[in-house]
């Protein structure tokens, strides 16, 4: 059974930073996609950040520069480093990952109503909140 954990979620003032991490169990493919995903109240859920197995990336461009998705095979954790935050970085932060997702790199600066389904990764996790203050 596959699980992902989303921690590091907290309220910090406007420039700071947080370290989202997402640890997994029961995921063990050599080849996946994993991503990050946040949505803010009422709006709708937007990729963030997605990496493929070979360590491809690519990010939203509301973050570029500023988030780094990561991966500690070690660990079966994947990390968002996030720095220079804004107030409009406030959302719920979700982790998701699939052994065979074929537009990981694509998510990143897309919207969709539908959530998790609407996106349809396999395995999401439950969400950490981040609030930034001005």
């Known amino acids: 059974q596959v699980q992902l954990v989303e921690s590091g979620g907290g309220s910090v003032e406007a420039g700071g930073s947080l370290r989202l991490s997402c640890a997994t169990s029961?995921?063990?493919?050599?080849?996946?996609?994993m991503a990050w995903f946040r949505q803010a109240p009422g709006k709708e859920r937007e990729g963030v950040a997605g990496?493929?197995?070979?360590?491809?990336?690519n990010y939203a461009d509301s973050v570029k520069g500023r988030f780094t998705i990561s991966k500690d095979n070690a660990k079966n954790t994947l990390h968002l480093q996030m720095n220079r935050l804004k107030p409009e970085d406030t959302g719920e932060y979700y982790c998701?990952?699939?052994?065979?997702?074929?537009?990981?790199?694509?998510?990143?600066?897309?919207?969709?109503?539908?959530?998790?389904?609407?996106?349809?990764?396999?395995?999401w996790g439950k969400g950490t909140l981040v609030t930034i203050s001005s």
């Open positions: 998701a990952a699939d052994p065979a997702y074929r537009w990981c790199l694509i998510v990143p600066n897309t919207r969709h109503s539908g959530g998790s389904s609407g996106y349809g990764l396999d395995y």
């Open positions: 029961g995921f063990t493919y050599s080849h996946y996609c």
């Open positions: 990496l493929e197995s070979d360590g491809t990336t």
